[in-house]
């Protein structure tokens, strides 16, 4: 085994230890996960699908997209729309500073730190292909993981503004991301696939 190949799996050792003491307990797959482990798991998998060739930091920045998420909770900022950015700042500020951290402990060098952390950092999107490829993925397994659930929780929201949701999801989203949702490769909660498709068509006239 390579000396890389064994930073890697200490760094995602480490990665799924913090994820592990979520206190947070869902159940998918016949048992019960810590939440953000589940989470994890799901990220790694949809980019196993979606980008196969993905470097090693390119795995552990997705793998460390929701590290220790539960330590910096929605309700501890005002529940407005200047507090909901202030906390989504300042969480992924500390989740990128986390997975770093991390990544130092496993012995990695400040290169490919400085990537890992820039990219669970949410930086420059459309401009950082590692950025971006976080945010194809954390789209992607939004859709086939989480949505359905999150329209659960939002019974009061109109079609235009699930649509609206879906289109800006969608223009985060890389055209070869836009690819791989629409071939087949994501299961799409079946419910909401004309709801998707209507807001994707709408999205791609908007871009015309």
Do not use: C
């Amino acid at each position: 085994m390579s000396q890389e190949k064994t930073l890697y799996d200490k760094a995602q050792a480490l990665i799924d230890a913090a994820n592990s003491a979520d206190p947070n307990r869902v159940s998918a797959d016949g048992k019960e996960w810590p939440k953000e482990l589940l989470y994890s798991e799901r990220m790694s998998d949809m980019l196993s699908r979606y980008a196969p060739d993905a470097d090693d930091a390119q795995k552990l920045a997705i793998r460390a997209q929701h590290i220790e998420r539960w330590k910096s909770p929605r309700n501890a900022y005002p529940m407005d729309r200047i507090g909901y950015l202030k906390w989504r700042k300042d969480l992924y500020k500390i989740q990128a500073n986390t997975a770093a951290g991390l990544l130092q402990q496993a012995g990695y060098g400040e290169d490919d730190i400085e990537r890992v952390r820039n990219a669970v950092a949410k930086k420059n999107i459309k401009g950082n292909p590692d950025t971006q490829l976080l945010e194809d993925v954390t789209d992607l397994v939004f859709l086939e993981h989480y949505m359905l659930e999150f329209v659960g929780k939002h019974p009061d929201y109109t079609e235009e503004k699930w649509i609206e949701i879906v289109h800006k999801t969608w223009n985060k989203m890389s055209d070869s991301a836009h690819q791989f949702a629409l071939s087949g490769a994501v299961r799409l909660p079946e419910s909401l696939v004309p709801l998707i498709r209507k807001a994707v068509t709408d999205s791609n006239a908007d871009s015309q």
